[in-house]
T-cell receptor, first 113, second 115 residues
């Protein structure tokens, strides 16, 4: 079955360390997205990519970086510059169309202490 | 800019009662609107989507939503709540800018179903 795989499910890091969250999809979708979820704030867009080797900043990109070297993969790096990195991170993908829905992975819960 | 507003971050209903979750959008053009559901520690699942083909949209698990342009609303309803409906629900809008397509979410509404 096609889907989106995020790994790991839980991630713990010390403050000051960079950490990379994995997102892989086998849905043959062109567009991929990273969201951050905090209680009471909904989902906020970090970065998105509509084609390989191209990506755009979302609403809260500071302290994050991404790459899109393959259609199937869209890893997110949380850098030490992110002031409050502890959160639930969701990756999603969809076809390159305004009316197509997002398909989500099961998320990675990052805790930085 | 297109966005969505969800009224009520928490809603409680009795089992068997009507579920009504509110979503209003701001848009200068006909929007593409979605409702998603999220269970604890999971990703989001699509409930239904509006794409201008019909104003009343039926989704999974007995949910439906009506697009009302005059009220700029896309409220989610279900005639009779079930315990398994307890979850968080998100309204979202698909929007484009300069050829790029974003999907923006509301803050979510947590639905509690009381036995």
């Amino acid at each position: 079955d096609g889907g989106i795989t995020q790994s790991p499910k839980y991630l713990f890091r010390k403050e000051g360390q960079n950490v990379t969250l994995s997102c892989e999809q086998n849905l043959n979708h062109d567009a991929m997205y990273w969201y951050r979820q905090d209680p009471g704030q909904g989902l906020r867009l970090i970065y998105y990519s509509q084609i390989v080797n191209d990506f755009q900043k979302g609403d809260i990109a500071e302290g994050y970086s991404v790459s899109r070297e393959k259609k199937e993969s869209f890893p997110l790096t949380v850098t030490s510059a992110q002031k409050n990195p502890t959160a639930f991170y969701l990756c999603a993908s969809r076809t390159d169309s305004y009316n197509s829905p997002l398909h989500f992975g099961n998320g990675t819960r990052l805790t930085v202490t | 800019a297109q966005s969505v507003t969800q009224l009520g971050s928490h809603v409680s209903v009795s089992e068997g009662a009507l579920v009504l979750l509110r979503c209003n959008y701001s848009s200068s053009v006909p929007p593409y609107l979605f409702w998603y559901v999220q269970y604890p520690n999971q990703g989001l699942q699509l409930l239904l989507k509006y794409t201008s083909a019909a104003t009343l949209v039926k989704g999974i698990n007995g949910f439906e939503a009506e697009f009302k342009k005059s009220e700029t609303s896309f409220h989610l309803t279900k005639p009779s709540a079930h315990m398994s409906d307890a979850a968080e629900y998100f309204c979202a809008v698909s929007r484009g800018s300069g050829g790029y397509q974003k999907v923006t979410f509301g803050i979510g509404t947590k639905l509690q179903v009381i036995p």
